[in-house]
Nanobody
Framework: VQLQACGGGLVQPGGSLRLSCAAS??????SGWFRQAPGKEREFVAA????????NYADSAKGRFTISRDRAKNTMYLQMSSLKPEDTAVYYC????????????????????WGQGTQVTVSS
């Protein structure tokens, strides 16, 4: 199984970006986005359960970010709007074949497969 994340870049505060994570190998039950800023631990951003599209967001992402998935393309997306400098980080996609309860979607160790990360920089 391979996850390929892309879509990062440099954007001004208030701008938008859409991250994509394409998966090959097998269908997933759960997937999510995490981020890691320099000197900080990796943290949860958003997750989705593929069977019923149940979503879970970090408080920092609520109202600004939207996670979605396309079954036909086996691809997950993170639409980010109203970006702030504090959103600057390497964003990682993660996935697992298991279908987790909503609360479990927020946990790093819920995911077996990880993408390589894509840099998002929010700066004027």
């Amino acid at each position: 199984v391979q996850l390929q994340a892309c879509g990062g870049g440099l954007v001004q505060p208030g701008g938008s970006l859409r991250l994509s994570c394409a998966a090959s190998g097998r269908p997933f039950g759960s997937s999510g986005w995490f981020r890691q800023a320099p000197g900080k631990e990796r943290e949860f951003v958003a997750a989705i359960r593929w069977a019923d599209s149940n979503t879970n967001y970090a408080d920092s992402a609520k109202g600004r970010f939207t996670i979605s998935r396309d079954r036909a393309k086996n691809t997950m997306y993170l639409q980010m709007s109203s970006l702030k400098p504090e959103d600057t980080a390497v964003y990682y996609c993660a996935a697992d074949t298991r279908t987790w309860p909503s609360a479990t979607l927020r946990l790093l160790n819920a995911y077996t497969y990880w993408g390589q990360g894509t840099q998002v920089t929010v700066s004027s």
